[in-house]
């Protein structure tokens, strides 16, 4: 098998250059992928994160106020929910994000597919 790859490599090089290309070519594209479903969750996270914290301040800062005499009033509820609702939406769409190593599939879909191709050329 190694033999027989070596003889064509020798005698068809650009075959080889044009293989090699295609890999480069769907690696670029499925690393630009990887990037931005990457991004997109550490954004997600970044907003839940930032709004729970933001959410859990104001929370605290109504109970202070609330404690210290001041009368009952509908903004001591809905100020810190506004942050924790936001908080609680960017951890669900977190959640519901597919696996990061999805974008790459295609590569390694092909890297097994010349895998098999050189396996059945050994036989």
Do not use: K, N
């Not at 190694?2 to 250059?17: A, T």
């Not at 709004?51 to 859990?56: E, M």
């Not at 509908?74 to 942050?83: H, I």
């Not at 939406?89 to 999805?102: G, P, V, Y």
């Amino acid at each position: 098998m190694v033999p027989s790859l070596v003889r064509m490599v020798i005698r068809q090089p650009e075959l080889l250059v044009d293989h090699l290309g295609a890999y480069s070519e769907l690696a670029r594209e499925d690393l630009r992928r990887f990037r931005a479903a990457l991004l997109h969750r550490l954004a997600l996270g970044l907003v839940a994160v930032g709004c729970g914290l933001a959410g859990v301040v104001l929370a605290g800062m109504a109970l202070l106020l609330w404690a210290s005499g001041s009368p009952y009033h509908w903004a001591f509820v809905a100020v810190p929910l506004v942050p924790l609702t936001g908080s609680a939406a960017a951890a669900l769409l977190l959640r519901a994000r597919r696996d990061l190593s999805e974008p790459m599939e295609r590569t390694w879909d092909q890297f097994d597919a010349d895998l098999d191709l050189i396996r059945e050329t050994r036989q």
